[in-house]
């Protein structure tokens, strides 16, 4: 069943939340370039991805809260019900219930989403920041599209058959 792979959204939970720390207690001092293209920086992001929102004026925290929570909740009932077969469904839902679960316990506790990976190429064009429950949860989108798009049908391979 796919509550099997509930142990990878707390893995992403707890890589999430412990980076952060790490990001909140080190680079308040200021950005630490890696690479050319790549730096750790401490970004507070107040609204939802690409800090669409951020300016509303503090509603947005619990809306954004609650939206998290219900499609955590959905995430969970989905993964519970799964099928054991369903071997790449389960794992993408897990990443995405993860990473949605790290930033809702940010947007709860603190009132912004902690982040702190920042790409950047061609001068002054950057990717907007972000953190490890971001990348749980765009590979996890990332794999539900792909499986929409190949993954065959049943209704169609039953009319097939028919």
Not at 66 to 78: P, T
Not at 86 to 111: F, H, K, M, Q, T
Request: glycine letters at 10%; charged letters at 10%.
């Amino acid at each position: 069943m796919g509550k099997q792979w509930l142990w990878l959204s707390l893995l992403i939970v707890v890589l999430d939340q412990a980076s952060k720390i790490w990001a909140q207690t080190v680079l308040p001092s200021g950005t630490i370039v890696v690479t050319q293209w790549f730096n750790l920086a401490l970004a507070y992001n107040y609204g939802a991805a690409w800090s669409f929102l951020a300016d509303a004026g503090g509603w947005q925290r619990w809306v954004l809260a609650l939206i998290a929570l219900g499609v955590s909740g959905y995430l969970i009932w989905w993964l519970w019900r799964l099928p054991a077969h369903e071997r790449v469904l389960a794992p993408a839902l897990s990443l995405i219930l993860g990473g949605a679960v790290g930033n809702l316990i940010d947007r709860v506790y603190l009132g912004y989403v902690v982040d702190f990976v920042q790409w950047h190429y061609w001068g002054s064009w950057y990717f907007p920041t972000f953190n490890i429950a971001d990348v749980g949860i765009t590979i996890g989108a990332v794999a539900l599209l792909v499986l929409g798009f190949f993954t065959p049908d049943d209704k169609e391979d039953k009319k097939d058959a028919s």
